[in-house]
C-alpha cells in the first residue's frame, strides 16, 4: 500500500512540475542530456532523455511508444529506415541502437536548430555520420531529394525504405506517403509505416486512404499510440 502511495505521489509531483515549467525547449532537453549522460553510450543518452521527460515537458515518443516501435525494429531488421520529425534525437537514437550492423538512418527536422542540436544528441550517442544522415528541411522537400540520395548508397539500400517513421505533423502523414509512393522510395519487397498518434483525430485521413487501397496496404498493427501499416504494391490485405 505504501509502495502505491509513493508511486502515485512521485507521478502527481511529476505532472506538477511539467505543468509548472510550462513549454517545450530543445534548449533545455539538450542541455539537460548533453551534461549528465555519459558520452559515447546510446543507453545512457536515453535514459537521461526518460529522466527529464519525467519532471519536463517533452516532445519524445512515450516509453509505451518506444517499446512498440523496438519491437517493430527487431521484426523488420531495416537495412534502410527514413524518420520524419527526428526533433531532439530522442527516437533517432532508439533507432539507430537496433539497425542491422550495415543499418542506415536519414531522419529529417524542419527546425534548424532542433536540427542541429539533435545532431550532435545522436553523435554523443556514439553514432557516427556513416550510419545516419541529418536532412533539415521540411518532410515534402526532403522526399523529393531522397531519389538522388538513394543512388549514392550501396545496392540493398537503393531499393528503398523498409521501416519508415513518421512523427512529424499529422496533416502531412498522407501526402508524404503518396509522395514517398509515387517517387517510389518504398521497398517493393514490403515497407512497414509507423504512424505515431497523439490526438485522436490525427490518422482519420491516412486510415481513411488506406482502408480504401487494400491492394497496397494493410494495417497491420494499432498499440500504445503506434499504427503499423504495411506497404507492397500487389498486397493481398493477408497478414504478415
Ligand atoms: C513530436 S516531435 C518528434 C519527436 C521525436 N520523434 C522523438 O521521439 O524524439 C515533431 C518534430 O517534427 C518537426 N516537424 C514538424 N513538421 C515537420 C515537417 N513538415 N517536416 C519535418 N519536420 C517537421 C518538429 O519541428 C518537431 O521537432
Same mark, same amino acid.
Given at each position: 500500500?505504501?509502495?502505491?502511495?509513493?508511486?502515485?505521489?512521485?507521478?502527481?509531483?511529476?505532472?506538477? &512540475?511539467?505543468? &509548472?515549467?510550462?513549454?517545450?525547449?530543445?534548449?533545455?532537453?539538450?542541455?539537460?542530456?548533453f551534461s549528465r549522460c555519459t558520452h559515447g553510450q546510446a543507453d545512457s543518452v536515453?535514459?537521461?532523455?526518460? &529522466?527529464?521527460?519525467?519532471?519536463?515537458?517533452?516532445l519524445c515518443i512515450s516509453p509505451h511508444?518506444?517499446?512498440? $516501435?523496438?519491437?517493430v525494429v527487431q521484426r523488420v531488421r531495416p537495412p534502410l529506415v527514413l524518420e520524419l520529425g527526428m526533433h531532439c534525437g530522442y527516437s533517432s537514437v532508439r533507432l539507430l541502437r537496433l539497425l542491422?550492423?550495415?543499418?542506415? &538512418?536519414?531522419?529529417?527536422?524542419?527546425d534548424p536548430l532542433t536540427a542541429e542540436l539533435g545532431e550532435e544528441i545522436i553523435l554523443v550517442s556514439g553514432f557516427k555520420h556513416s550510419q545516419f544522415q541529418v536532412l533539415t528541411s521540411s518532410s515534402a522537400e526532403a522526399i523529393h531529394t531522397l531519389p538522388s540520395l538513394l543512388t549514392d548508397l550501396d545496392e540493398g539500400s537503393r531499393e528503398g525504405f523498409s521501416l519508415v517513421l513518421m512523427d512529424h505533423d499529422p496533416q502531412q502523414y498522407l501526402p508524404d506517403l503518396l509522395s $514517398?509512393?509515387?517517387?517510389?522510395? $518504398?521497398?517493393?519487397?514490403?515497407?512497414?509505416?509507423?504512424?505515431?498518434?497523439?490526438?485522436?483525430?490525427?490518422?482519420?485521413?491516412?486510415?481513411?486512404?488506406?482502408g480504401a487501397r487494400p491492394d497496397c496496404y494493410c494495417i497491420k498493427s494499432e498499440r500504445q499510440g503506434v499504427t503499423?501499416?504495411?506497404?507492397?504494391?500487389?498486397?493481398t490485405g493477408l497478414d504478415r
Open positions: 500500500y505504501r509502495i502505491k502511495v509513493s508511486a502515485l505521489c512521485h507521478r502527481a509531483l511529476a505532472w506538477a &512540475l511539467r505543468l &509548472l515549467r510550462g513549454r517545450v525547449s530543445v534548449k533545455s532537453t539538450h542541455a539537460f542530456v536515453l535514459q537521461t532523455y526518460d &529522466l527529464y521527460a519525467d519532471t519536463h515537458p517533452s511508444m518506444s517499446g512498440v $516501435l523496438e519491437e542491422p550492423p550495415a543499418g542506415r &538512418l536519414i531522419t529529417v527536422e524542419l $514517398l509512393e509515387r517517387e517510389e522510395l $518504398l521497398r517493393p519487397s514490403g515497407c512497414s509505416v509507423l504512424l505515431i498518434r497523439r490526438k485522436q483525430r490525427d490518422l482519420r485521413e491516412i486510415l481513411d486512404h488506406i503499423e501499416i504495411f506497404c507492397q504494391k500487389g498486397n
